[in-house]
Structures are given as structure tokens and as C-alpha cells.
């Protein structure tokens, strides 16, 4: 029998344990020790991730896993938007997400949030415009890879007016069934994780 889209996660995450941050932070306080300088740094902003549930589950859990992976983020809300149509592939992804947090321990709720109509370019913005709204004193982290043209337009409209500093893009050269696959177990040079305000790249570790 065929593993399914969470199975496979939790075979990807026993596999590749050795790559995946184990240390135990709480959401609220980060402690960073940069020894070769002798700076500490100290967090206590909240993290606000924003994602978009699109034609493959793939693209919502790996682009999320490559952020977290090369930018250490440890979100404390991750917000979800998706079709009607799409609702049990949101259910899919909402527990592939859950496994990718429970592996780097962090605690973090996912709230979904449905978009009504199909083509509704308002519907998605005005979602992602509350979300920002309510999230005020949060770093707000915006991934439009898996989101369809018309969720991230009007999202990518609202990250501009807020000037929202982290917007991703998880690049693959090519999205055919090699592709469908966890985001460690595709090789790295494949793929590229940008960032669309600053324009830094990220790939091959």
C-alpha cells in the first residue's frame, strides 16, 4: 500500500533528523549567541505566517519547511487560506504543517480561513489585510508559493502597503512528480527560496 501525503512527511522527518533544529526555544524569547563577534541577541517578537492552500500539498508544507529551515523562524500563528473546493487539502496540509512544528518543538496554532468565491481577488485581500490588522506587533511572514494567481495578487498588494519585509517564493526547476516529494528529499540545487522584497536567495546548505 501507497504511503499517504502525511506518512510520507513523517518518514522525510525521521530520515533527515539530523537537519532539522531540535533546540528547545519558546516562541516568545529567542536567545542567540554569535561567538565569533561576542553579540546576544534577544527576540521577543511574535512571528505571523501567512500561507495559501493551492493545487499541491506539496507546496504549502515544503515552501513552509525551507523558510523555517534557512531562516530559523519559529512562527507562534500560522494563518491558511484556501478555496471552498480545496478544504480537505487544506485538512492535508494543516497536519503536514502540524508535523513540521511538532519536529522543530514549536508551539504554534493554524487558524484556516476560507475564501468564497473562485475568482474573487478582494476575497483573499481583505483576509490577509484583517490578519495584518490583528497582527500589528508581529513580524508578518507572507509565502506565495503554493497560492493561486489570485490569492497572491491582491495578498502581495496588501504586503506593499504594510511593507511587509518577508515575502517568500520556494523556486523548483521543474514541478513534475519528482517534485512531489519532501522538501529535504528533493536535492537542494533544484531549488531556490526567494525573497521577493530584499531579493536575497537562499539554497544549497
Not at 523562524?73 to 478555496?83: A, E, G, Y
Not at 529535504?184 to 546548505?205: A, N
Amino acid at each position: 500500500m501507497p504511503l499517504n501525503f502525511t506518512s510520507i512527511i513523517s518518514v522525510s522527518l525521521l530520515l533527515n533528523c539530523h537537519t532539522i533544529h531540535l533546540q528547545k526555544k519558546t516562541n516568545n524569547y529567542i536567545l542567540r549567541v554569535t561567538s565569533f563577534i561576542g553579540v546576544i541577541e534577544l527576540s521577543e517578537k511574535d512571528v505571523t505566517f501567512i500561507t495559501f492552500v493551492g493545487r499541491s500539498e506539496w507546496a504549502v508544507v515544503n515552501s513552509f519547511w525551507a523558510i523555517l529551515h534557512h531562516r530559523d523562524l519559529r512562527p507562534s500563528k500560522v494563518h491558511i487560506l484556501f478555496r471552498s473546493s480545496d478544504e480537505d487539502r487544506a485538512e492535508s496540509c494543516v497536519e503536514g504543517l502540524n508535523q513540521i512544528l511538532e519536529a522543530e518543538e514549536i508551539s504554534c496554532n493554524i487558524e484556516k480561513h476560507e475564501v468564497k468565491e473562485r475568482f474573487d481577488l478582494m476575497g483573499p485581500a481583505e483576509i490577509v489585510e484583517e490578519i495584518m490588522e490583528k497582527s500589528e506587533e508581529s513580524k508578518i511572514v507572507l509565502d506565495i508559493t503554493p497560492a493561486r494567481k489570485f490569492m497572491a495578487s491582491g495578498s502581495l498588494v496588501q504586503a506593499m502597503k504594510r511593507d511587509v519585509e518577508d515575502v517568500y517564493y520556494l523556486y523548483i526547476d521543474e514541478v513534475d512528480e519528482s517534485a512531489k516529494r519532501p522538501y529535504l528529499d528533493i536535492p537542494l540545487p533544484r531549488q531556490e527560496l526567494l525573497e521577493m522584497t530584499g531579493g536575497e536567495h537562499f539554497v544549497k546548505d
